[in-house]
C-alpha cells in the first residue's frame, strides 16, 4: 500500500471486519502521511485525513464544505443517498447551518433528555426480560442493540413504536451503504420518508409535549420547511437508532468477550464514565467518515498536500482515534489513560450529532441495568480472537450465555 495508489474506501460497511481496517489505516499513517489520496465507494476520488490534530482542523475549517454539493451533478461520496437526500439541516453550512440545527437543539437539551432517562430505564429493563425469554442463552443484539433507541427515539418524537421491520431494513441498507444503484437507493429512502409524512400527518392530529408536535410547530412558524421535516425521519433513523444501536451492541460484544472488564465494570460503578469514554474512541459506527466535504477554494497545503477548489476531502475519525501521537498503545483499551485526548465518536465541530447526549443517556443506562442483572455475561463464541473477527459496524448477532445476580 502507498500513497501514490488511492486507497479504495468499501461500501456494504456491515460487511468489513473492523481491524482490517484499522490495519490499512495504520499502513496509511506509517508512510508519514497527514493526508490520502482515496477512492470513495461512489462518485470518484478525493482526499483522507489520518491524524486526530488535522482531523479535529479539518471540521472546523470554513474551506471545507457540504452545501456546494447541492449543486454539483456527481462528486464522491460515502452512500448514494447523499446525491438524492430530500433537504435537511445537515446539508447547509455557515450561518444557515448554524440556525436550522438550533430548532432541533433547543428541543433536544440535556435537561428534556434526563427527562426520559427513567422511561428509557424501563424499556432497558423491558428489553431483558424479552432477552432472558429466549433461555439460557439469548441473542442481545436485536432486543436491546437495535431496538432500545428505535423505542426510546419513538418515546422522544411522541409517536408509536415502529413495528415495520421493512422501515428499519431500508434504513440499514441506506446507512450501511448497501444501496449501490440509483433505483434500489431511492425506493429505499421513499420507504421511510413515506412512513414518517404518516406520521406527520397522524400528530398534527394527535399533539403532544413531544419532539414531532415541536417541530411540526416550528415549521408551522417558518423556522423550517415541510421537506426539511419529511428528510428529518431519515436523520433520526441513521443517528438515533443506527449508529447508537452499533454503538451498543458493539459494546456489548466487547464486554461479553472480556469476563475480566465485565466484572471490574460491575463492581466498581463510579468507573463506567471513564470506561464509555474509551468504547467510544475504539467501538466502531463505520469506517471512519460519515461524508465527504468539498473544497471551497484551492488550498495550497492541507496536511503537506494541495487540494483544488471542488474537490472531495473526508475526515477520518477511526484513524485518529488510532493515532499514535495521541493515544499510546491506541489498539488497547484502557480506562485509566491519564488525561486521554476527547474523541470525536459523536463528531466534531458545527456539524457533530445533535443527539449525543441523548445516545450517550441510552447506552450508559442500558449497561447499568446489565450490571445490576447479570454476574454472568458470556459470549457462546471462543474469546480467543474475537477481535480479529469483529465487524466494523458491530455484531449481527449476539449470543450469550447469561446468569443472574
Not at 449543486?71 to 438524492?84: C, F, G, H, L, T
Not at 400527518?201 to 420547511?225: H, M, R, S, Y
Not at 421535516?229 to 438515533?240: D, I, P
Not at 461479553?256 to 460503578?269: A, C, K, M, N, Q
Amino acid at each position: 500500500m502507498t500513497v501514490n495508489t488511492p486507497y479504495k474506501m468499501q461500501a456494504a460497511q456491515n460487511e468489513l471486519v473492523a481491524e482490517d481496517i484499522k490495519a490499512d489505516y495504520a499502513e496509511l499513517r506509517e508512510t508519514g502521511a497527514e493526508v490520502v489520496r482515496i477512492e470513495f465507494p461512489f462518485g470518484g476520488e478525493g482526499w483522507m485525513t489520518l491524524r486526530y490534530d488535522l482531523t479535529r482542523e479539518f471540521y472546523n475549517d470554513t474551506r471545507f464544505g457540504i452545501e456546494p454539493m447541492v449543486s454539483m451533478d456527481d462528486y464522491p461520496r460515502v452512500r448514494q443517498i447523499e446525491k438524492a437526500a430530500r433537504p435537511s439541516f445537515l446539508q447547509y453550512d455557515g450561518e444557515t447551518h448554524q440556525k436550522k440545527r438550533a430548532v432541533v437543539m433547543k428541543h433536544l437539551t440535556m435537561k428534556k433528555v434526563l427527562a426520559l432517562e427513567d422511561r428509557t430505564r424501563e424499556m432497558v429493563c423491558e428489553a431483558l426480560d424479552e432477552f432472558e425469554a429466549m433461555g439460557e442463552r439469548g441473542n442481545i443484539a436485536d432486543v436491546l442493540g437495535r431496538l432500545l433507541p428505535v423505542r426510546v427515539l419513538c418515546a422522544l418524537l411522541g409517536s408509536p413504536n415502529i413495528e415495520n421491520k421493512e422501515v428499519l431494513e431500508a434504513s440499514y441498507f441506506l446507512v450501511d451503504s448497501r444501496a449501490m444503484d440509483m433505483d434500489e437507493m431511492i425506493a429505499a429512502n421513499n420507504l421511510i420518508t413515506d412512513y414518517f409524512r404518516e406520521m406527520y400527518e397522524w400528530k398534527k392530529v394527535n399533539p403532544g409535549d413531544d419532539l414531532f408536535t415541536a417541530l411540526i410547530n416550528d415549521t408551522e412558524a417558518q423556522l423550517w420547511d415541510d421537506e426539511e421535516l419529511a428528510s428529518f425521519g431519515n436523520v433520526l433513523l441513521a443517528a438515533g437508532h443506527d449508529a447508537t444501536g452499533t454503538m451498543l451492541n458493539g459494546i456489548l460484544e466487547w464486554l461479553s468477550h472480556e469476563p475480566e472488564l465485565y466484572d471490574r465494570l460491575r463492581g466498581e460503578p463510579e468507573s463506567l464514565p471513564r470506561a464509555l469514554e474509551e468504547f467510544f474512541r475504539l467501538v466502531t459506527v463505520g469506517f471512519g467518515m460519515a461524508r465527504g466535504r468539498i473544497a471551497v477554494d484551492d488550498i495550497e497545503d492541507f496536511g503537506g498536500v494541495s487540494i483544488k477548489k471542488g474537490e472531495a476531502v473526508g475526515g477520518n475519525i477511526v484513524s485518529s482515534h488510532q493515532d499514535e501521537r495521541v493515544y499510546p498503545n491506541p489498539n488497547e483499551f484502557d480506562m485509566d489513560r491519564e488525561n486521554p485526548a476527547s474523541h470525536m465518536a459523536f463528531g466534531y465541530g458545527s456539524h457533530a450529532c445533535v443527539g449525543a447526549q441523548l445516545a450517550r443517556m441510552e447506552i450508559r443506562v442500558a449497561l447499568e441495568e446489565l450490571f445490576k442483572r447479570y454476574k454472568k455475561f458470556d459470549n457462546v463464541e471462543p474469546h480467543e480472537g474475537w477481535r480479529a473477527r469483529r465487524r466494523i459496524k458491530g455484531p449481527k448477532d449476539l449470543w450469550i450465555n447469561w446468569e443472574r445476580v
